[in-house]
């Protein structure tokens, strides 16, 4: 056989194993069950009950909403969290972190507008030695809420709409299943074509790196969580010593789930039903900039690993593709076909990502493309850190971010 059949061999065994070795990562089922779905369907009530204690009383919870620059999709938004029906006490503190365009007031204004859960607007200054602006805001807002005592504190962007319902469906999942971190990935904005392209792919090689199933199986390795969304049990907190113990990281939310877990806590991560991203972007280059912001912190800035991802994304992703042409026009027939099983395979274990997303199967075929603008944005990510520009967001750059400081 050729070289590329051999190559192409390699990409067939490798989605072999990624097909039933990595965590089934492919499916979309780790959801929190839909608000019928109860321990005792026939019961009205069991809803209702399922984060009470004995008394009936459920937990108090305090919201945390750092914001930097978010006026653009505050009013989308914020509204969402002030209109929560919860049976318990909730109160919001919405960390305005230096912005430039009224953050802060306009969070007041929408207070006073749609009424609701209590708003408190707080500012923390510029972020201390060591410290990312957005652990900053957070550790102050966590600062404010435990002076309320809250039993849970609900870690959320300001970009994140949820609807009615979601702060008592996170709770109960909490507590029925004793959980010290529940976290739903967001449902991404899907409108513009490289939107399209680009963004469900995106959560689909998030789960293939961190497989929910392996995340929510007590006793775990793998741990990991979505910032855009995190029901945080307050004790667990204080014991994981979060957010000081990550406080310089830029991938927060895995950083955040590790110590969690480190600490002795239960984890639990799934995809979202009723918790959206409300945040566009409708460029290539906005999604190029989100995702090459933090992907080589994520490799630990660390350039054997960046080898060796940029050699695995070729020959998993790029190489069926490569060995078909290599079939229909080179008339290398073993190649042709085993590119042609390896695609198959791919496509299959992208479809319920594309259905999740309510997008176009036809997308399916093309992520060996998407794959593509991956791998030049993640070997973008290690020019920008070597260039000294590191992880940039809303006029800060970080240098040299860690990705879990160990602590």
């Not at 309320?148 to 299943?177: F, G, K, N």
């Not at 959560?203 to 961190?210: A, C, G, I, R, T």
């Not at 969690?260 to 239960?266: A, D, E, K, N, Q």
Request: one cysteine or more; charged letters at 20%.
């Amino acid at each position: 056989m050729s070289a590329v059949a051999w190559i192409a061999v390699g990409s067939l065994a490798a989605w072999g194993w990624l097909l039933l070795g990595q965590g089934f990562f492919w499916r979309t089922d780790q959801r929190l069950p839909p608000p019928q779905d109860r321990r005792n369907p026939d019961d009205e009530a069991a809803g209702s009950r399922a984060g009470a204690d004995g008394e009936g009383r459920w937990p108090s919870v305090a919201v945390v909403v750092p914001a930097r620059d978010e006026a653009a999709v505050l009013p989308e938004s914020l509204p969402s969290l002030l209109a929560q029906v919860y049976p318990g006490e909730a109160e919001i503190f919405l960390i305005d972190d230096g912005s430039q365009d009224g953050t802060g007031e306009l969070a007041r204004e929408l207070s006073a507008t749609y009424g609701g859960l209590p708003l408190t607007v707080a500012s923390p200054g510029e972020p201390g030695p060591g410290w990312t602006g957005k652990l900053w805001a957070l550790r102050h807002g966590i600062t404010l809420a435990r002076a309320h005592s809250p039993e849970y504190l609900l870690l959320t962007d300001a970009d994140i709409a949820h609807e009615p319902d979601s702060l008592r469906e996170l709770v109960a999942a909490a507590r029925t299943r004793d959980l010290d971190l529940v976290s739903q990935m967001a449902r991404l904005r899907v409108a513009s074509v490289w939107e399209k392209l680009v963004v469900p792919a995106f959560v689909y090689f998030f789960s293939q790196l961190y497989p929910f199933r392996w995340i929510n199986r007590p006793g775990g390795r793998t741990a990991a969580a979505a910032g855009g969304c995190v029901l945080l049990r307050a004790e667990a907190a204080e014991r994981a010593r979060v957010p000081e113990s990550i406080r310089q990281a830029v991938i927060d939310d895995v950083s955040l789930a590790r110590a969690v877990r480190r600490s002795g806590g239960r984890i639990w991560l799934g995809l979202a039903d009723r918790v959206d991203s409300v945040r566009p972007y409708p460029r290539l280059a906005d999604l190029w900039g989100m995702i090459a912001r933090s992907a080589y912190a994520q490799l630990r800035h660390n350039p054997l690993l960046l080898a060796g991802t940029v050699a695995g994304l070729a020959v998993v992703y790029l190489a069926p593709p490569v060995a078909v042409c290599a079939g229909v026009f080179g008339g290398d027939t073993a190649a042709g076909w085993l590119g042609f099983a390896a695609w198959a395979v791919m496509t299959g274990t992208y479809i319920p990502m594309l259905r999740y997303y309510r997008q176009s199967l036809w997308l399916a075929p093309l992520l060996p493309f998407t794959a593509l603008l991956y791998l030049l944005m993640t070997v973008d990510s290690a020019v920008r850190h070597y260039r000294g520009r590191g992880a940039a967001w809303k006029g800060r750059t970080y240098a040299r971010p860690e990705t879990a400081p160990d602590r």
